[in-house]
């Protein structure tokens, strides 16, 4: 129970919850979008599915959109892989969805824009009779996502804030410690996860006094940073630099969810001639690896994207054939109208300590490690 709570964006009544755990058991056992849902019955092995992606954030996000139109196509599938504009609405990405729902798509994988924002193209697409699949973001208050497939997303945030400690105790052994909290986007599920995970390994250490947020700012909101936009982070940095360490106060960590909102933090560090800190991130990324090798960026997460759309194909690929896509939790995410049928990858802590372990099957990343 603790977990769904942890995860899931909210808490609900105790025969809602029984619901939702239901619902999940019946994915569990049938691998069913319902009676006459396509995953029920198989489809074609030449069709149509869609991918709905968000705007090319990260590099991350354009691995994985090659690795499923290519890998798709592999597969006998047509493709249809689709990226939201940078736009701050969800209007791109809604009317991609309702597309590729008019083109008869028979699945559809979405990594949502905006997680709550979603539930009309989703009840379009159950309409329709196709399955939704959620990759890497948990869509959220609806009922008509089928599964989510991701890597697990608090483990993450356990990771980072247990690398911020590591670091901080290997450069300083004794506390108490300063840091600043830094969050992601607010229309992103994921980023409330990720947070939760890393305050429960940090929260502990903040009410016995071991670890200082030195401007005080603890709560989600005013850690946010709105789409994941590195400009944001630098700026809110900029801002605390300059409200909180004008003077001799040191600053020893900073809790960064990802790899671009690391490397804008440390160029404002740098721009302000503070000495970089501790300073975690995520998504592997070649320049936040470069800086991990160089000794500025401490950390970052191996989240594999060729896995994780290696796993979201082998589910179309099981729906095409009319069986139960392989999952292997079915209680930790409440979407906040069921708890959805999820296939976790585990992630990867990476410090310049293993990062040549860790990159040593990784054609991009391996060379920058020797």
Known sequence: MRKV?????????TMALLTALGTACSHDREGSTGKDGAAA?????NSLIGVALPAKTSENWVLAGDLFTNGLKKAGFKADVQYAGAS????????????????????????????????????????????????????????????????????????????????????????????????????????????????????PLIDKGDIVVGSGQKDIKQTAIQGWKAENAQQRMDSLLTSTYGGAKKLDGVLSPNDTLARAIITSLKGAGKPVPVVTGQDSEVESVKSIMAGEQYSTINKDTRKLVAETIGMVEALQKGDKPKINDTKSYNNGSKVVPA?????????????????????????LTK
Not at 144 to 155: H, L
């Open 88 to 203: 701050t609405t969800v209007a791109d990405q809604q009317a991609q969805i309702s597309s590729m729902i008019t083109k008869g798509a028979k699945v559809i994988v979405v990594g949502a824009t905006d997680a709550s924002q979603l539930s009309t193209q989703v009840a379009q697409a159950k309409q329709a009779g196709a399955a939704v699949i959620a990759y890497d973001r948990l869509i959220t208050n609806t009922p008509d996502v089928d599964y989510y497939v991701a890597f697990d997303n608090f483990k993450v945030g356990k990771l980072q804030g247990q690398a911020l400690i590591d670091g901080m105790k290997a450069k300083k052994p004794k506390g108490p410690w300063t840091i600043e909290l830094f969050s992601g986007s607010p229309d992103d599920n994921n980023s409330k996860v990720f947070f939760d995970g890393a305050m429960s390994v940090l929260k």
């Open 5 to 13: 709570i942890t995860r899931g964006i909210a808490a609900v009544g």
């Open 41 to 45: 019955k198989g489809f074609a092995s």
């Open 343 to 367: 296939y976790l990858l585990t992630p990867v802590i990476v410090t310049k300590k293993n990062a040549a372990e860790a990159y040593a099957n990784d054609p991009k990343l391996a060379p």
